[in-house]
Structures are given as C-alpha cells and as structure tokens.
C-alpha cells in the first residue's frame, strides 16, 4: 500500500473474528478495529470528513485554527489534518480523561485547555462552552462541532458501514457500540439497515450517563461522574438519532474495564475502556443468540492511551475494579470443584439409553438433568421435566430411548472462558456449561458450582 499523505491511510480496518473471549456462544463475533486507524481511533475519520466540508463551505481558510471540545480522539484526528494541511489545532478537554491523551495532542503541536469534568454541558468552565468560547475570540477560527455536524454521522454511512457490511458478506444481524456524539452508531446504522432493516443495532452506555434513561423513558434525568472516557453524555447530542437504536444496555466501569483488559489478554486486541464497554455490552446479548447470527463489536480506540489507567495494576486496585480472589475463569472453577472433592466421574447418558435408565441414574445422583455424550463429545441434555411430562402423556418410558428426549447439549466453554460468560451461560433454560479441557475431557459446571466456587475462593483469599 503507497499513499501521498497520512490521511489516506484512515479507514479499511479490519473487521477480526473474536475466537477465545467468545468461546462458547453460538453467534460468530466479529471486532470492529478502528482502533488500527493511523490517529489510533475512530475519530480519525470524522477529522478529515468535517475539515474538509468546511473547507469546501469556506467555513476553514488557509493559516486558520480548529477549535475543539474532544476527549483526546477527536483532537487527534483533526490534529493529524492540521499538521497535513498546515492549520493551527486548539483543543479543549475535560479533566478526567488521561494524561497520555493531553500528552499526545500536545505531541502533535496542539494547544490543550483542560476543563473541569463536574460542570454541566452550559457552565462557563465546561469543555463545551469554553470551545465556543475561544472559537469567538480567535480570529479565522473553525470550530467542527462533532456532536452536531453532519459530516460525523456521514462519514460513517459513507465509510464504516459499507465496509462492515461488505467484509462481512452482508451477514452482519447485530452491530454493538458505544456512543459519544452517536455518530458512529448513526452513520452506521442508517447504511446498514438500508441494506437490511432487520440488522439491529444496540448501544452501550456507562452507568452514569444519560443516554440509557432517555432512550428506555424519554427523560434526560441527571448525569453521575464514571471514569470510561469518550463514551456516554450529560445531554443528548444532536448526532445520536435515537431511532436508528433498537436497543441501549448499560454498563458499569469495573465491566468496561475487565472486558478491555481480557480483549487484551484472549485476542491480542489492545483497545481502550470503551471497548471494553462495548464488549461487556455484547456478553450480555450473546447467550440469546444462535448460530445465524453474525455480531459486530466496535472497538474505537487503542490501550496504548489508557497505560496510567485500565492498564495500570495499581490504579485499577485503587479503584477497586480487580476480582482479587475470585475466580475469574472457567479453569478456576474447575480447580474449586476439584478442591472441594465432589465426585469426579461425570454420569453421562448414551443417545440409545433406555429412557428408564435415565430415570434412575438421576435418582441415584439426585441430579435434574444429564447431559448426554457420543464418541466422547456432548451431543444433548435429557430433564427430568421432559421425563415427567411424557410419564403424563402416558408415554412408556421403556420403549423410549434418550435420543427421542433430549434437548440441545449445553455450551462448550474454554477453560480461559471468564466468569461472566459461565454466568452468562447458566440461565433458567440452561442449567449448566462444560468446560473442554482437552483430549475428550469435559467438566460440567453448574449454578452450585459457580456459587460455592465463588463463595470458597472468597473465602480462602480473606486474610
Ligand atoms: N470511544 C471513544 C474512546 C471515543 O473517544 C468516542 C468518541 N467520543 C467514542 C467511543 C464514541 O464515538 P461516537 O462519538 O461516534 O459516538
């Protein structure tokens, strides 16, 4: 690949398939990589897109400054406009978003204003007002305006949707993000449903944000602080059309942050916190989706921005999102059950067991279902709902075999699985996971042994 200038390079990321932190799930799960932009982030693509309508506008001229209220990404896409287009770049940032990102605007010979997090939208002091401000006081200033310029959204319909939904054959069924200005999930939105309006498209918020309350009651309610950066909003921007959204889930920092440092750990993929939240807002749609399903993740931003932060041991400590001594994995679990001495032969079923068989391994083990195995590997789950049901239907239990009465085996997991997929997992239609490790060796996991594994972890790490 040959380009004139930095700014050609921005876009055609890759869209990676999700293997081992998806491990399990029926649906295939795809990353967005936005982060692999030459800015590090998304914004890349909407600094170009809003200098050059402005241009085209005469809105910019030539020796003009660009004036921005960002939480570093933004800045850096417009900064990499700047330095190819010869424009001077003010940026104007809240307090709470990391050291790295001011360091980095700086880098690229931009002036940084930081402003306090805990004002509101309107206050004098807010990054918002002190953009508007400054944008009044410099002559030939542009100030883009993300939350409200079209360009944002446009760019994304132009771009990040066709390339989604041409790298996943036109396959993709669920687009999952967060949203800050909403340009991306409204660009994207309204490219892909165009293709096919059945393509849904759910937003993740941070708990603390407004935009979840909005969405599911109408009302602005009023905004905590959270510490994931570049996501979530005291006030609804213009950019995020709510009706593109069929869905907004929420999620809290110490998830955001957990997800985005096992994307890191299970795939290789070093994103920052909004991914995470991204990511933790997929684990919960994923167990109710089946193999047609074809999932789009977004990851907007790299980690590398996040090192005094969500990649910081010490910080996360500080703030108390570690899971110090409880168990994070399946293999975890695995090893507590073993600790704790339960039995350690799994009682299995054949597809051609005798359905009375069936009814008195349960009975002799007090279990309510069995799984059901065939050359070594999981084929089904018989309930004794379903025995019962068909002692009531009159039905011989005899002349019937375990194949005419199981139902779906139950998920395969990894031993690197975390804890919230197994929990994810065990939901009322499915009472238990097994955890493949390795050579036809399976270990089944129950609510019982989530619950007691957790509860003698706990109590082992106490001091
Ligand atoms: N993640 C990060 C890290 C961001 O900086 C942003 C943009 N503020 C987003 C997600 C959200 O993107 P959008 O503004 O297009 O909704």
Sequence with gaps: ??????????????????????????????????????????????????????????????????????????????????????????????????????????????????????????????????????????????????????????VHYHTTGPEIWEDSEGRVTHFIAGMGTGGTVTGIGRYLKEQNPNVKMI??????????????????????????????????????????????????????????????????????????????????????????????????????????????DEWMKDNRYTESGLPLTAAELVEAKAVMGQPHEMVKLAPSDPLTLALDKMQAHDFSQLPVFEDETPVGALYEDDLLRLTLEAKDLKKLVVREAMRAAFPVLLPVAAIDQVTACITTNCPAVFVDLGDHRYEILTKYDLLHGIARLARTSQP
């Excluded at 590090?40 to 921005?68: C, F, H």
């Excluded at 684990?283 to 789009?296: G, Y």
Aim: with cysteine; hydrophobic share 40%; net charge negative.
């Design 203 to 312: 937003g993740v918020d941070p708990v603390g944000s407004i935009l979840y309350e909005f969405f599911h009651h109408g009302a602005e309610g009023k905004a905590e602080t959270y510490k994931v950066e570049g996501i979530g909003e005291d006030f609804c921007p213009g950019n995020l059309d709510f009706s593109i959204l069929d869905d907004i889930v929420q999620v809290t920092d110490k998830d955001s942050f957990l997800w985005a440092r096992r994307l890191a750990r299970l795939e290789g993929i070093f994103a920052g916190g909004s991914a995470g939240t991204a990511l933790a807002g997929a684990m919960q749609i994923l167990p109710s989706l089946s193999e047609k399903d074809f999932v789009v993740v977004f990851i907007p931003d790299t980690g590398s921005r996040y090192l005094s932060k969500v990649f910081n």
């Design 1 to 154: 690949m040959r380009y004139d200038n930095i700014l050609e390079a921005i876009g055609h990321t890759p869209l990676i398939r999700l293997n081992r932190i998806t491990h399990g799930f029926k649906a295939q799960v795809y990353a967005k990589c936005d982060y692999l932009n030459p800015g590090g982030s998304v914004k890349d693509r909407i600094g170009i897109a809003m200098v050059e309508d402005a241009e085209r506008r005469g809105l910019l001229k030539p020796g003009g400054t660009i004036v921005e209220g960002t939480s570093g990404n933004t800045g850096m896409g417009l900064a990499l406009v700047a330095a190819v287009k010869g424009y001077k770049a003010v940026f104007t940032m809240a307090d709470k978003q990391s050291k790295e990102k001011v360091d980095m605007l700086k880098g690229m010979g931009a002036e940084v204003i930081v402003c306090p997090t805990a004002v509101a939208p309107d206050d004098p002091r807010s990054y918002h007002s002190v953009a508007n401000k400054l944008t009044e006081d410099i002559p030939n200033a542009f100030h883009p305006n993300q939350y409200e310029n079209p360009s944002n959204p446009e």
